[in-house]
């Protein structure tokens, strides 16, 4: 029996032809945007003709549909499968998965796919649609339960993750929508790793739960003043001591009492005049 033959140079270009002509259209998708890229251009920029791309695709939305299953959807899946099996601490497992994503999606040509979804739902709401339930509440669900894990351990403060989770990762897709939008244009901004530092710490220090209080008892047994080993008690520190002029009220910074609180005024009122005089002599006594 003679041996099988090995696959000739144009049927592997046949297997590998879906894959070149979604890697063709996302370029083409993210520097002209959906609507202006025509699928003529697509072929072309594959190397191949217009009537090869119909046999693998009906229709410019099925090839989009393809560009992100391909590209997006399989990532997520290794994300989902990285939360599952990690046994990192939270805030190290936060920093893995927007590090992570960064490296797969937003410094690849796939991270040029969010602003072209922004910028085109309205004339293609189908899309968008699809675009949302494939990719963004997947991912949602992906950061929901990586901020759960770290509000079960006690590492970060008690929140709805569901809740916070478009708070988390919306500065994450402005950088991508800046850099597709104004950064092709050369306006400047940080660099990606400057942005990326930072982005994580303010992140963490906003999810980090508060340290818990030393205690009354502990304080008066170190043998500060109050305690058993201390004097008098301690004068109240000041609650100015490092505080800005700028943040203080000039009643404050003069020793005069806090200003009281004005009667209600509605604009509808002032400007008809149907305001008492005692409630603008007030306010106006209080602002001097």
Same mark, same amino acid.
Request: hydrophobic share 40%.
């Given at each position: 029996m003679?041996?099988?033959?090995s696959p000739t140079r144009w049927q592997r270009r046949k297997e590998a032809r879906p894959q070149e002509l979604t890697a063709a259209a996302l370029a083409l998708f993210v520097e002209k945007g959906f609507a202006a890229t025509r699928l003529e251009e697509v072929a072309a920029r594959a190397g191949v003709s217009k009537g090869t791309l119909y046999l693998y695709f009906?229709?410019?939305?099925?090839?989009?549909?393809?560009?992100?299953?391909?590209?997006?959807?399989?990532?997520?899946?290794?994300?989902?499968?990285?939360?599952? =099996?990690?046994?990192?601490?939270?805030?190290?497992?936060?920093?893995?998965?927007?590090?992570?994503?960064?490296?797969?999606?937003?410094?690849?040509?796939?991270?040029?796919?969010?602003?072209?979804?922004?910028s085109e739902a309205r004339n293609f709401p189908e899309l968008a649609r699809f675009y949302a339930d494939e990719v963004i509440e997947r991912a949602k669900r992906l950061l929901a339960q990586a901020l759960q894990r770290g509000?079960?351990?006690?590492?970060?403060?008690?929140?709805?993750?569901?809740?916070?989770?478009?708070v988390v990762f919306s500065p994450l897709m402005m950088r991508l929508v800046w850099k597709h939008s104004?950064?092709?244009?050369?306006?400047?901004?940080?660099?990606?790793?400057v942005f990326l530092r930072e982005y994580i710490e303010l992140m963490l220090r906003g999810l980090r739960a508060d340290p818990k209080p030393a205690s009354r008892t502990s304080r008066n047994q170190s043998g500060s003043p109050g305690g058993p080993g201390g004097g008098k008690e301690p004068t109240k520190?000041?609650?100015?001591?490092?505080?800005?002029?700028?943040?203080? $009220?000039? =009643?404050?910074?003069?020793?005069?009492?806090?200003?009281?609180? $004005? =009667?209600?005024?509605?604009?509808?009122?002032?400007f008809s005049g149907n305001?008492?005089?005692?409630?603008?002599?007030?306010l106006s006594g209080d602002l001097a």
């Open positions: 003679p041996p099988p033959r009906d229709s410019k939305e099925d090839l989009f549909k393809a560009v992100v299953r391909e590209g997006l959807v399989p990532l997520l899946a290794a994300g989902e499968s990285m939360i599952a =099996q990690s046994t990192l601490p939270a805030e190290d497992l936060f920093r893995a998965i927007v590090l992570r994503w960064w490296d797969l999606v937003g410094s690849t040509p796939l991270g040029g796919l969010p602003k072209l979804v922004f509000v079960a351990s006690g590492a970060f403060r008690s929140f709805d993750a569901e809740d916070l989770v478009l104004l950064g092709c244009c050369g306006v400047p901004s940080p660099s990606d790793e520190p000041s609650t100015n001591k490092g505080r800005s002029p700028l943040f203080i $009220p000039r =009643q404050e910074q003069e020793g005069k009492p806090p200003c009281k609180s $004005p =009667q209600f005024i509605s604009s509808a009122q002032f305001v008492k005089t005692s409630a603008l002599s007030d």
